[in-house]
């Protein structure tokens, strides 16, 4: 169970689909609203993947492949074989024999020039597909690694989780933050955050034993409010607890204003 | 003499067919995306058997099986960017929609789901096939050493789609003891996954 509204039951028998359409609807709509319901969600899939992959296996008959390859291949765009250009090029008959075949070195050039325009236009979109792909490799990278540290981070036994809450009696947003001195890293989830003006941005800080507070990073929230923010690298000190302002988008040196969350480390 | 182009052409598929076989999941499905039917192949030669054991085990019918088979495979056809690599491998991805397909197909309901929402964690045990078969055989084992009821509300749930309100009524037991039970025996999974 966690502290939740909804249990780690429910969302396993969500997750089967085996709920009623009432508490498949309830689930649903907290899971738009919770970063560490929809993070346990994904490992309950996981496990799940993996009891499926329990099923004794059984290869297909061919004829399915083939019937799919036909069905894809039916599906595919091809140049008609016989095209209005190649039969625009046939000479009429009644040309004269001298105008037939300056006919016929007009049409091979204006064929050369169609040729080398297609292979242009071929080269063009390989270069532009090529650029694309390598784009996406690099952002499936990023993405890959950042996911990484953020299992890493869950994973990790020695990591601290502190739950930062407001400090007024309304307790919408909600954050929290797992800090791994160890590894020098800091994860924040934060869920039911309010959205800020177009030049106003979150910014936690890292709040060590002594001293003032450190910038550790700044985010804007998605449109439900709920955010996720990865420190790959936390300056070296010990830190007693986090905390959330709201401050200009460029950042600030020093929070300018009330923590909206605040959380400390138990000791 | 005429079987030397031929054997040619089959000596180039061969190759093409074998370069292809050692490309990433990744690179296959970024191909698919760019409407390559080669790469299509491939992905359907790693993965069928996979898709139609899961298929198989839950509807119990050949034919049947063959057409989910075929409708999950087009659809990676079709959307192949709804597989978000970052946030799993295919594998086990793969056995998830084939689940939720049979499931579909066992309660008569027209497929809804969107196939994107089937979201995993990057689980580097389930990804590459030794490394699969190794985590099955853990967590077969943990199966087999489930407590019998646990074991019996997992299959009924997982396998053959019954809601938990279906197998409390048939196991006569109170709701959230069936819910408990389920969640216990997926953590007896976890911990198998964990090892």
């Keep these: 169970m966690n502290t939740h509204q909804i249990s780690a ?90 105008y037939a075949g300056a006919l016929m070195l007009a049409i091979a050039a204006g064929l050369l020039w169609t040729e080398n325009a297609r292979l242009r236009f071929q080269l063009s979109s390989l270069q532009q597909a090529l650029h694309q792909e390598q784009a996406e490799h690099q952002q499936e990278q990023a993405s890959l690694e ?28 909600q954050a929290e933050a797992i800090y791994s001195r160890e590894q020098g890293r800091l994860l924040l989830m934060a869920s039911s955050l309010r959205s800020l ?46 905390a959330l302002t709201i401050e200009p988008e460029a950042g600030s040196p020093a929070p300018t204003s009330n923590p909206v969350l605040v959380g400390e480390i138990p000791s | 003499m005429a079987t030397a182009p031929n054997s040619e052409l089959r000596r180039r598929a061969a190759s093409s067919a074998s370069a292809l076989a050692k490309e990433s999941d990744y690179r296959l499905v970024t191909r698919i995306v760019h409407r390559d039917e080669d790469a299509f192949g491939a992905i359907y030669d790693r ?11 839950v509807v119990r019918d050949a034919a049947v099986a063959e057409d989910v088979l075929h409708d999950i495979f087009l659809n990676l056809w079709r959307s ?36 994107s929402e089937v979201q995993l964690v990057a689980d580097e045990d389930l990804a590459g096939e030794v490394e699969r078969k190794s985590a099955i055989d853990r967590v077969r084992t943990v199966l087999n050493a489930l407590p019998e009821k646990q074991r019996v509300a997992l299959e009924l749930a997982f396998f053959r789609g019954l809601t938990h309100a279906d197998i409390a009524a048939q196991e006569g037991v109170p709701l959230g003891t069936i819910k408990t039970r389920i969640r216990t025996a997926l953590l007896s999974i976890r911990r198998a996954l964990e090892r």
């Excluded at chain 1, 059984?58 to 019937?67: A, I, L, N, T």
């Excluded at chain 1, 209005?84 to 046939?90: C, E, I, L």
């Design chain 1, 197 to 242: 003006p177009a030049h106003k941005a979150y910014q936690l800080w890292i709040l060590p034993m002594k001293g003032a507070p450190i910038s550790a990073g700044m985010f804007k929230p998605d449109a439900k409010g709920c955010a996720m923010l990865m420190v790959p690298r936390t300056p070296d000190v010990e830190a007693k607890g986090f």
């Design chain 2, 47 to 57: 993965y069928s058997r996979v898709v139609y054991s899961v298929v198989l085990h």
């Design chain 1, 146 to 173: 950042t996911a990484t540290h953020v299992l890493a981070m869950l994973n990790s036994r020695s990591a601290l989780h502190v739950r930062l809450m407001p400090r007024a009696a309304k307790q919408e947003p």
């Design chain 2, 80 to 115: 192949p960017q709804q597989f978000d690599g970052a946030r799993g491998k295919l594998a086990p991805w793969l056995a998830v929609v084939a689940r939720n397909r049979a499931i579909d197909w066992l309660r008569k309901q027209h497929p809804q789901e969107d196939l």
């Design chain 1, 9 to 98: 039951d429910d969302l396993t028998l969500f997750a089967m689909r085996s709920l009623d359409t009432a508490d498949d609807s309830r689930v649903s709509e907290h899971l738009g609203s919770c970063v560490s319901c929809r993070s346990e969600l994904q490992r309950i899939c996981t496990d799940l993947a993996a009891l499926a992959l329990t099923a004794p296996e059984v290869s297909p008959p061919p004829r399915v492949r083939e019937g799919l390859l036909a069905e894809v291949r039916r599906g595919s765009i091809h140049e008609p074989a016989g095209s209005p250009r190649a039969a625009a090029a046939t000479p009429s008959r009644w040309w004269t024999a001298t």
